[in-house]
Every structure is written in C-alpha cells, then in structure tokens.
C-alpha cells in the first residue's frame, strides 16, 4: 500500500507545482504567494513520494503533515479569497481585480479539495503504511 500512496504524493506534488504556475500565469506579479505555495508544496510533496517508494516511514509522516497544514492554510486562505470576492461584488469595481480574485479563489480552492483528498487518504491507510515501512 506504501508503493500507492507514495504515487498520491507524487501526483499531490505535481498538482501543487502546476498549480503556482498557472496562478502566475493568470494572475502575474500578484501569485507570489500562491508560486510560494505551490513551489514548497510540490517540491515536499515530489519527496514526500520518492522517499515513501523507498520504504521510509518519515516519507509518510512528511506527506500527511505536509496534506494537513496545506488544508489548514489553504482553507484559510480560499475563506478569506471567497470574502474579499463578495466584498467586490457588492462594489462597483473594475471587472479585470474581480476576475483576477476569482480566479485566485478558484485555484486556491482547487489546491485545498486536492489536499484534502490526499490527507484523508493518508489518515484512512496510514496504519497499514506505517506497518509496512521502516
């Protein structure tokens, strides 16, 4: 079991790396934080897997410490996205910041439902992966 999720962490890391890149697509200068995010997030995610593939044990704790603070920090960054949006929408502004902070609120939330998923799915294998691995 320790081989799949090591293959869910690789494809979180990828995720995340994709993901800062798209925001700095859409977004320009404005997604540093979200390039952060996704960088960090990618690169502990790509060795979180590689690692775990291996049969270490700390390549899993990495990968479901790393799952759980990024849903704790994404969550609280996409509620703040969401609340600065309807704040906007009440507000007669330009269309372009309104479809740049959606845009921010959609890739921030795509990023925490991923993250999610993938500590849930760590959470839900994790004593059959410890059991297996050194």
Same mark, same amino acid.
């Given at each position: 079991?320790?081989?799949?999720?090591?293959?869910?962490?690789? /494809? /979180?890391? *990828?995720?995340?790396?994709?993901?800062?890149?798209?925001? =700095?697509?859409?977004?320009?200068?404005?997604?540093?934080?979200?390039?952060?995010?996704?960088?960090?997030?990618?690169?502990?995610?790509? %060795?979180?897997?590689? *690692?775990?593939? @291996?049969?270490? @044990?700390?390549?899993?704790?990495?990968?479901?410490?790393?799952?759980?603070?990024? %849903?704790?920090?994404?969550?609280? @960054?996409?509620?703040?996205? *969401?609340?600065?949006?309807?704040?906007? $929408?009440?507000?007669?502004?330009? %269309?372009?910041?309104?479809?740049?902070?959606? $845009?921010? *609120?959609?890739?921030? %939330?795509? $990023?925490?439902?991923?993250?999610?998923?993938?500590?849930? =799915?760590? =959470?839900? /294998?994790?004593?059959?992966?410890? @059991?297996?691995?050194?």
């Amino acid at each position: 079991m320790h081989k799949n999720i090591s293959y869910l962490y690789a /494809f /979180f890391g *990828f995720f995340m790396l994709a993901c800062g890149v798209v925001a =700095v697509d859409l977004a320009g200068e404005q997604a540093n934080t979200a390039l952060i995010t996704g960088a960090a997030g990618g690169l502990i995610g790509l %060795t979180a897997g590689h *690692f775990l593939n @291996r049969g270490k @044990r700390w390549g899993f704790i990495l990968g479901a410490t790393e799952a759980g603070l990024l %849903t704790l920090i994404l969550g609280w @960054r996409s509620a703040t996205y *969401f609340l600065s949006l309807l704040g906007m $929408m009440q507000q007669p502004q330009n %269309t372009l910041s309104t479809e740049t902070a959606g $845009m921010a *609120f959609l890739l921030t %939330t795509a $990023m925490l439902v991923i993250a999610f998923l993938t500590l849930a =799915v760590s =959470v839900m /294998f994790g004593k059959q992966v410890l @059991r297996e691995t050194k």
